[in-house]
């Protein structure tokens, strides 16, 4: 184990002393590539996405989320949102999580009476705000987690909605149906060949479809999330392959779905959330770590600060320069059949 993995998972380091080294880690390794620099990488970088497959070890990516939900009841907010919620000045997370997506239907133009699906739909968060607020909705959810499928089949029996859920690797599903909005939100972080992907989506939407979409990303320079060394700490217990893309990299991926807006959020946004979710842990400790002692065993405590620790650098990350290096992005694009 590392030196940084030992601090990590240390039960002695105080959380100011792992921010400020962060602070200083970010602030030093924060680079200024010229604009020429930056748009010769990124055209390289995009005809890569371009050679490869939609997405890759979607099995490992899954990992996370087939776990006990409780863990996540005691770490988001009450609507299991596990992405960028909107903070305004004194927001709580509930109203962070709901004014964000109020954001994502007000921004999409979605309607009463609208065939929608939400891909990569966690917890269901997004289609239960859809059902209880656009009640003629005829609302599909997709997740690859079977605990999530789980967990909003028996919420929407409870509350009596009607939701179609379906259990799929959107890398490799074919929808029967056409929608009219497709929703994805913190999803497509997961995906590398976006032109196959949208090719793929415009022919689940009806001619004329919509797709909105929320990303996080970096504000000039897309990244691949597969790590050199697939040992690092991040890669082999949070995120497997992906792309971390940069504000603009969508507008290069239009050969299916046109670009109608964009919507630019600072980081300090998801930085508030996570710091939101933070407090939830320290909260609720007790639980959490029951729960992690039935599937860790005697690594509960272990997993505890890591999960924290991960919580913490997404903070420190979006928050970094006053939010303006990392960002939250929402594209909708409308389909060109
Ligand atoms: C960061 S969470 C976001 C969840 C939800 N959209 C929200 O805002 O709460 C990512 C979601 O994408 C799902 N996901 C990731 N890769 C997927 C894939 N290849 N196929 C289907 N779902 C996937 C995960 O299971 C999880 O539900």
Redesign the pocket.
């Known amino acids: 184990m590392g030196i940084a993995e030992r601090l990590i998972e240390s039960k002695y380091v105080p959380d100011f002393v792992i921010r400020i080294v962060f602070r200083i880690v970010l602030y030093f390794t924060r680079q200024n590539p010229s604009p020429v620099q930056i748009a010769k990488q990124k055209l390289e970088f995009i005809k890569s996405l371009k050679a490869k497959k939609i997405?890759v070890d979607?099995n490992e990516?899954?990992a996370p989320?087939d776990f006990p939900t409780q863990f996540y009841q005691n770490f988001l907010g009450p609507n299991?949102?596990?992405?960028a919620n909107y903070f305004e000045q004194n927001s709580s997370l509930e109203e962070s999580e709901v004014r964000m997506m109020e954001i994502y239907c007000k921004n999409s133009g979605l309607k009463d009476g609208m065939h929608v699906l939400?891909?990569?739909?966690?917890?269901g968060?997004?289609v239960f705000y859809i059902a209880k607020n656009y009640p003629n909705c005829k609302i599909t959810a997709?997740?690859?987690?079977n605990s999530?499928i789980a967990f909003i089949r028996s919420k929407a029996v409870n509350l009596g909605c009607d939701i179609t859920v379906i259990s799929?690797?959107?890398?490799t599903f074919e929808a029967e149906n056409k929608f009219d909005m497709i929703f994805a939100?913190?999803?497509l972080e997961?995906m590398q060949n976006y032109e196959l992907l949208f090719e793929k989506l415009s022919g689940w939407m009806k001619p004329n479809g919509y797709l909105y979409t929320h990303i996080f990303c970096h504000k000039d320079t897309p990244v691949e999330l597969i790590a050199p060394d697939q040992d690092s700490w991040m890669f082999k217990f949070f995120c497997r392959g992906g792309t971390l893309p940069s504000e603009d990299l969508f507008l290069w991926f239009q050969k299916d779905l046109v670009v109608e807006s964009r919507y630019t959020f600072p980081g300090t946004h998801y930085s508030k959330t996570a710091n939101t979710w933070i407090e939830n842990m320290d909260k609720n400790k007790e639980s959490i770590l029951e729960i992690f002692h039935q599937v860790y065993k005697d690594e509960a405590f272990v997993w505890f600060k890591r999960w924290r620790f991960f919580a913490m650098m997404v903070a420190e990350i979006f928050g970094s320069n006053g939010g303006n290096d990392w960002l939250i992005v929402h594209y909708l694009f409308k389909n060109r059949k």
């Not at 299991?80 to 992405?83: E, N, T």
């Not at 799929?168 to 890398?171: C, E, L, N, W």
């Open positions: 997405a979607t990516a899954n989320y299991l949102k596990y992405s939400d891909i990569g739909c966690g917890w968060s997004l997709l997740t690859h987690s999530q799929a690797d959107i890398s939100v913190e999803v997961y």
